[in-house]
């Protein structure tokens, strides 16, 4: 296993020495650079194993396939697994994490892997693992940071318990200091759950309390369908259709004019939180669901399939929920990623992460 060193004199300044400085009066600053000394990472396993003592509750917290095809699952609790198609490789703190709370992750054009973390932002190059300070005003920013996403002009976006922050390669902004922005909602977006970009380019939020949020690159307006405020993740599909997951009550979905209840009929998918939203190659549309009850979870909850009708098949129509009696890991499902084989992957709670091949479910976890 390879091992990364940094020369001894060079790690002493670093841990002594950590300055940020002012490129100009808009309040823009170069990114500041936390450099922990990378050690050995864990050993290779042929499946997800727990180093870090979490409990029950932790789980497989978001998903990626980078473009060479190693697959990164950040985790509550356990750092950062990567997985190369034979073993997994634990990365956590002690590899340069700010924390083992993984909330994002996120590959750049430049092939940089960003994690979103408890306390703060990190990147990997391909060799190490650094803390990057998100500072704005000669002020150091390091909340959590929850979601990211990468426009289609390259900036990078980033959520955090302090606002939403624009990185261009060099500098960080604010989004809501640009005095340019019609914000008359008073919208603060300090409390974003994930984010988008739709084909049009406008960019959205969900959060809480704030409802669903649009910035259409002049003005951003809050939207909060049937009085609700709270709301978990947001996805498009292939048609345009935009499907936003509520906090306990099923989906909605938005045509662009209005919004509505989605699957009014299925009382137990409706008491559901809707955590994650992917859809395959096959047009199908999955929901990663945990019931609101907790107490009831082994019953409840779980992944669900919706194939709507098309203009071959119009007839057909069909919503299916899979569970831990069909092989799920466990019924709370945090993220879903389809891998460029098509196969599909489930992080959970638990620590919990299994891969469906559209037959049957085939557990990584220990």
């Known amino acids: 296993m390879t091992k990364y060193y940094l020369h001894h004199p060079i790690y002493s300044m670093l841990l002594v020495f950590i300055f940020f400085t002012s490129c100009n009066a808009q309040n823009k600053v170069q990114p500041q650079q936390i450099v922990s ?19 029950q509750y932790s789980n497989v917290h978001c998903a990626l396939q980078d473009k060479v095809g190693n697959f990164w699952f950040g985790t509550t ?5 990567r997985y190369d198609g034979k073993s997994f490789i634990n990365f956590t703190k002690k590899d340069g994490l700010s924390s083992n709370y993984v909330y994002s992750v996120l590959e750049d054009k430049a092939g940089s892997i960003w994690f979103g973390t ?4 990190c ?5 190490a693992i650094t803390g990057v300070s998100i500072s704005v005003a000669n ?13 289609k002009t390259g900036e990078l976006w980033f959520c955090t318990g302090d606002g939403v922050f624009l990185y261009n390669g060099k500098s960080f902004t604010r989004f809501l200091d640009n005095n340019g922005i019609i914000n008359k909602d008073g919208l603060n977006l300090k409390q974003v759950s994930s984010m988008m970009e739709d084909k049009t380019g406008n960019i959205w939020f969900t959060t809480w309390f704030e409802g669903v949020c649009r ?6 307006i809050s939207f909060k369908p ?12 292939k048609s345009g259709s935009i499907w936003i997951g509520r906090r306990s009550n099923g989906v909605c979905r938005y045509n662009g004019k209005t919004f509505t209840n989605s699957f009014t009929s299925t009382e137990t998918f409706n008491s559901c939180c809707v955590q994650a939203i992917a859809e395959d190659k096959w047009g199908n549309i999955w929901f990663g669901t945990e019931f609101s009850n907790l107490g009831t979870r082994e019953n409840f909850g779980g992944v669900w399939c919706y194939n709507p009708p098309t203009s071959l098949t119009p007839s057909i129509n069909t919503f299916s929920n899979f569970t831990m009696k069909d092989g799920l890991s466990n019924n709370g499902v945090f993220c879903i990623l389809q891998d460029k084989s098509g196969n599909l992957w489930f992080g ?10 559209g037959k049957a479910f085939t557990s990584f976890s220990e």
């Open 37 to 55: 000394k990378p050690k050995a990472i864990t050993g290779e396993q042929p499946k997800i194993v727990k180093t870090q003592g979490t409990d």
């Open 77 to 81: 609790g356990e750092g950062v697994y």
């Open 118 to 121: 408890k306390a703060g932002l």
């Open 123 to 127: 990147r990997y190059d391909g060799k």
């Open 139 to 151: 002020r150091v920013n390091s909340p959590g940071v929850w979601c990211m996403l990468q426009d």
């Open 215 to 220: 910035y259409d690159g002049k003005s951003i």
């Open 226 to 237: 049937n009085g609700e405020v709270w709301f978990a993740t947001i996805f498009e599909d």
């Open 348 to 357: 959970t709670r638990g620590m919990g992460l299994c891969r469906y091949d």
